[in-house]
């Protein structure tokens, strides 16, 4: 068995994996970390790797406690991936955005791939049909497009999550929704209609804490995995047994 471990920058997710298959699932905080390991680890006695991607801020040490446990494959870009990297600064690129750029070339061969990751930020990767990636996006994800707001102005306050009714908010807390949620919603459909144009056949996977919440409401239909990075991780992981 498997503990795959992707650290955000808002939380922890881990998965325990026998074979392709997600046993359990976790979401936790950083101060979490090795209290929630150690006890994910004593209940899969059998885990014999722990695979981390990490672009928080915890680094390979602390996992240096499970050591004698468990080995520790803490990814970085110098490990080996399935795609040729045409990123312009390939050290500088996110290792989450690498597994998953990993695992959408891994799982549909020979075809376009855009994966968008919904979390801290929007992240857009594209992966051509002959194993190139490109490169892709970044912006600010939703719970940051709310921070944001109420962070760089004087008079804006802080909200939470809610659907607005309308596209034209008929008062601050109502155009913020709007703002915030609809403009979420028009950035990445009109991502995928740039795509669509300049690309014929491509897959679209979406993903991150709010693929669920988005799926339903893009205009393209897309369906959302949102186990899709610790998948990508588990198969990261076994594409670098058979090829270091
Ligand atoms: N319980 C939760 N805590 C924090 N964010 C959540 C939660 N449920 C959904 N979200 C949404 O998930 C997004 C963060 O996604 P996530 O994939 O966890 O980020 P990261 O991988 O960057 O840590 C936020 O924009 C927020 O809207
Ligand atoms: C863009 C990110 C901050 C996204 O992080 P996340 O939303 O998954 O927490 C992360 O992939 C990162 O730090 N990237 C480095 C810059 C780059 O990918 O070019
Ligand atoms: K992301």
Redesign the pocket.
């Known amino acids: 068995m498997i503990l795959t471990v992707d650290v ?3 939380r922890i997710k881990a998965a325990v994996f026998e074979g392709s298959t997600a046993v359990e699932n976790f979401v936790f905080e950083k101060n979490e970390l090795e209290k929630k390991i150690k006890k994910i680890l004593k209940k899969f006695q059998n885990c014999s790797d722990l695979v981390v991607a990490s ?2 801020n915890i680094e390979k040490h602390s996992f240096l406690a499970f050591e004698k446990e468990i080995n520790i494959h803490f990814l970085t870009h110098e490990d080996v991936f399935p795609f040729t990297n045409q ?1 312009a ?1 390939p050290k ?3 290792i ?2 690498m597994v998953l750029a990993a695992g959408a070339t891994l799982k549909f061969p020979k075809q376009n791939r855009l994966v968008i ?1 919904a ?3 929007i ?1 857009y990767d594209f992966i051509d049909e002959n194993d190139n990636y490109l490169g892709g996006a ?1 912006s600010p ?1 939703l719970r940051l497009r709310y921070e944001a707001l109420h962070n760089f102005t004087a008079r804006l306050p802080l909200l939470t999550l809610e659907v607005p009714e309308h596209y034209i908010g008929n008062s601050t807390k109502e155009a913020i929704h709007s703002g915030v949620v609809n403009g979420f919603v028009y950035e990445i459909d009109g991502f995928i209609d740039e795509y669509r144009a300049n690309f014929s056949n491509f897959i679209i996977i979406l993903t ?1 804490g709010d693929a669920d919440f988005l799926a339903k409401r893009l205009k393209n239909t897309i369906f959302a995995n949102s186990n899709f990075l610790l998948e990508s991780l588990n198969q990261t992981f076994q594409y670098k047994i058979d090829n270091d």
Do not use: E, H, P, S
Request: net charge negative.
């Open positions: 955000g920058n808002t672009v928080g990123y600064t500088t690129l996110g989450d955005r990751d979390g801290t930020c992240t970044i994800g991150g």
